[in-house]
């Protein structure tokens, strides 16, 4: 059965974008996780269409993959379809103040396109290491700026194959959540409406950024970005930090030392060291301060 579903992934796109058992870890920002089934690289939305139709016929589980940030995948792998879009479904258009891109775009590519149009309003996301559809979705968002703050319209791909354009009032945008994420829609592009600028202003704002950055969060090791969304009223950081688990480690997974909000793969960690320290942190804060926090990281295969 599997070599049958495999031949007709291989049918549809060549042999060289159909990989098989492959290892998860390589495409992760945590640089964990263990073999999904089929790994698959689309390239246009037909291709799309069709792999989605593949896997309702043979009863497939499927995700799609950005940069593989915001990510942990169990050290079982994952027992169904990877599609990765930001390889190559990743143009990015200008046009007059707008800014077009395909769900696979780097947000990092598109703010360095909009500051060489001196375009300014996506200098937060220049910093965020994922894609343009991961951060629909989850309508990203950091130092003061989110997705639902720039983005004028979405195209989508529904369950059916279907192709949807949804206008800003319709995308139902929140703290990390959006109407793509509950309709469990698969983000084709977008359309992004800036303001124009003074180019060495935006690129001054985009400089000062990085350097936040680079100060305060642990980019010299693997990780997933923020670990836990932000309680209302509190900082996850500040909350894990008041209870003492400044380098708290679960063996290769550890709460950074230079921020406690992000916990880190600090050497061979596994996804179940990650889960395991995250229970833990979890519990020590409800403990100590009765609030709850909640993943920001997505969980993918059996734990």
């Known amino acids: 059965m599997k070599q049958e579903i495999k031949q007709r992934f291989c049918e549809l796109l060549g042999e060289e974008k159909v990989l098989i058992e492959e290892p998860m870890s390589r495409h992760t920002t945590f640089r964990i996780g263990g073999p999904a089934d089929y790994f698959l690289i689309p390239e246009t939305v037909e291709e799309i269409r069709e792999i989605l139709k593949i896997c309702r016929e043979e009863n497939l ?17 994952y027992r169904g379809v990877i599609l990765q879009l930001y390889r190559n479904m990743c143009g990015i258009t200008v046009e007059d103040t707008c800014i077009r891109a395909e769900s696979g775009a780097l947000l990092s590519s598109i703010a360095q396109a909009a500051k060489n149009a001196s375009l300014t309003g996506f200098e937060f996301a220049g910093g965020i290491p994922g894609t343009l559809g991961g951060a629909v979705v989850m309508n990203a968002g950091a130092y003061g700026g989110e997705m639902k703050d720039v983005l004028s319209e979405v195209t989508v791909l529904d369950k059916n194959g279907k192709i949807l354009t949804l206008s800003s009032g319709e995308l139902q945008m929140g703290y990390r959540t959006s109407i793509v994420k509950s309709a469990e829609y698969l983000v084709l592009g977008a359309r992004i409406s800036l303001k124009e600028d003074d180019r060495e202003q935006i690129r001054a704002r985009m400089k000062e950024l990085t350097e936040q950055r680079t100060t305060k969060q642990p980019l010299e090791y693997p990780s997933a970005g923020s670990t836990f ?37 600090a050497g061979d960690a596994t996804a179940e060291d990650v889960r395991t320290l995250m229970k833990n942190v979890s519990h020590m804060v409800y403990e100590k301060f009765g609030v709850v926090l909640e993943p920001e990281v997505k969980f993918l295969g059996d734990f």
């Open 61 to 77: 589980p499927y995700f799609i993959l950005g940069n593989g940030s915001n990510l942990l995948v169990s050290d079982k792998g």
């Open 229 to 265: 969304k932000r309680p209302e009223g509190y900082f996850a950081g500040k909350l894990i930090m008041d209870c003492g688990l400044r380098g708290y480690r679960v063996g290769g997974a550890q709460v950074s030392e230079k921020h406690c909000g992000f916990v880190i793969n």
